[in-house]
C-alpha cells in the first residue's frame, strides 16, 4: 500500500513568512511524529499525534510552530514567521500505534527561509 | 535519561569488506533499540529492531546488530559491503515511557562510503 506522503518535497520561502507543511500517513496508522532534521544532524524531535490529540508538544521550538491533525489521518504543521534558522527537512513518521516503536517515514519536506 | 552516542561520523570501506557502525546507549531501563538507514534523497527505513527478544537481531539487505547489555552497546555489522549500502546509519533508543509517548532518541548519525 502507500506509504507516508509529504508535501510540498521542497518548499523556498521568504524571512518572515508563514508556511504549511502536508502530512498523508499510512492508512490507519493512529501514531503520527514530526521531526526536524538539519544539515549533518540526527532528528530532533517536535511533536506526535495519538489519534487528533498531541500529548506530547515537548519538541516544538519555540510558539512560531504548531500542528494539527484532523479526522486521525492527514496532519499540518505551520511554521509562523519563518527564520533562517528554521531551514531544515521536516520528516513526518506514521506508526500502527504509540504502543509499537516501529516508525514509517516520509521522505520530507525540505524548508529553506531566506 | 537515555541518550544514544555514534562513535564514529563517517566510515569508509572497500566494496566485499566487512562494515562495522558503532552505537553506544544510556538508558535508566531496557529500551528498544533500532537502526535506520537513510539513501540520498530518499526517505529513512528500518533496517531492524531490538525489544528484548534475541540479543543478535538480524535486519534487511544483510545487515545485523548485536545488543551487548554490558557493554551498552548495539552495533551494526555486515559481512561483506555493497556500493548500494552507502548511506547515511542512525541509531535509535526508546525513550522514556511518559504514560503514552513513545518518543524515539536519535543518534548524529554515521555516514558510510563504500569505495569500489
Known amino acids: 500500500g502507500a506509504g507516508v506522503s509529504q508535501s510540498p518535497s521542497n518548499k523556498v520561502t521568504e524571512k518572515g513568512k508563514d508556511v504549511e507543511l502536508r502530512c498523508d500517513p499510512i492508512?490507519?496508522?493512529?501514531?503520527l511524529y514530526w521531526y526536524r532534521q538539519s544539515l549533518g544532524q540526527g532528528l530532533e524531535f517536535l511533536i506526535y499525534?495519538?489519534?487528533?490529540?498531541?500529548?506530547?508538544k515537548s519538541g516544538l521550538p519555540s510558539d512560531r510552530f504548531s500542528a494539527e491533525r484532523t479526522g486521525g489521518s492527514v496532519s499540518t504543521l505551520t511554521i509562523q514567521r519563518t527564520q533562517q534558522e528554521d531551514s531544515a527537512v521536516y520528516l513526518c513518521?506514521?506508526?500502527?500505534?504509540?504502543?509499537?516503536?516501529?516508525?514509517?517515514f516520509g521522505p520530507g519536506t525540505r524548508l529553506t527561509v531566506t | 535519561a537515555q541518550s544514544v552516542t555514534q562513535l564514529d561520523s563517517h566510515v569508509s570501506v572497500s566494496e566485499g569488506t566487512p562494515v562495522l557502525l558503532r552505537c553506544n546507549y544510556s538508558?535508566?531501563?531496557?529500551?528498544?533499540l533500532f537502526w535506520y538507514v537513510q539513501h540520498p534523497n530518499k526517505g529513512l527505513q528500518l533496517l531492524l529492531k531490538?525489544?528484548?527478544?534475541a540479543t543478535l537481531v538480524k535486519g534487511i539487505n544483510g545487515f545485523e546488530a548485536e545488543f551487548k547489555k554490558s557493554e551498552t552497546s548495539f552495533h551494526l555489522t555486515k559481512p561483506s559491503a555493497h556500493m548500494s549500502d552507502a548511506a547515511e546509519y542512525f541509531c535509535?533508543?526508546?525513550?522514556?515511557?511518559?504514560?503514552?509517548?513513545?518518543?524515539?532518541?536519535w543518534g548524529l548519525g554515521t555516514s558510510l562510503a563504500v569505495n569500489p
Open positions: 535509535v533508543v526508546s525513550g522514556e515511557n511518559a504514560g503514552n509517548n513513545r518518543k524515539l532518541i
Open positions: 499525534f495519538q489519534g487528533n490529540s498531541a500529548p506530547d
Open positions: 538508558s535508566s531501563y531496557s529500551p528498544s
Open positions: 492508512s490507519g496508522h493512529t501514531a
Open positions: 513518521a506514521s506508526s500502527p500505534s504509540t504502543a509499537n516503536y516501529e516508525q514509517y
Open positions: 531490538y525489544t528484548s527478544a
